[in-house]
């Protein structure tokens, strides 16, 4: 569940599937990083780019245990609380001030 702090809907699990886990790879991200997320200081926000089949994504902008910043795309599945991960990046100056406010 969120922790104090976090902003937008309630995250209890995220999930990737392989195609998603070989993008984060690409990027040096681990699932592992990626999976922190939640338990650190986020937020997430609307993805400002269209998804594609009417598909609900939003951006998840946090903090790792480490304390690097990454960006996560994510997709609300059936149960409201777990997100399905598209892709990740290493955040921008813009998502950081996001997290910031």
């Known amino acids: 569940m969120n922790r104090p702090g976090a902003k937008g809907p309630a995250v209890g699990a995220l999930l990737a599937t392989a195609a998603a886990v070989e993008k984060l790879g690409a990027r040096g991200i681990s699932t592992k990083e990626a999976e922190q997320l939640p338990q650190n200081r986020h937020v997430m926000v609307r993805n400002p780019r269209k998804a594609s089949r009417g598909a609900q994504r ?3 902008i946090g903090r ?3 304390g690097r910043i990454l960006t996560l795309v994510v997709e609300r599945t059936v149960d409201p609380s777990t997100w399905l991960i598209v892709t990740a990046w290493s955040a921008t100056d813009i998502e950081r001030r996001i997290l910031k406010d």
């Open 58 to 60: 939003r951006l998840l």
């Open 64 to 66: 790792t245990d480490g």
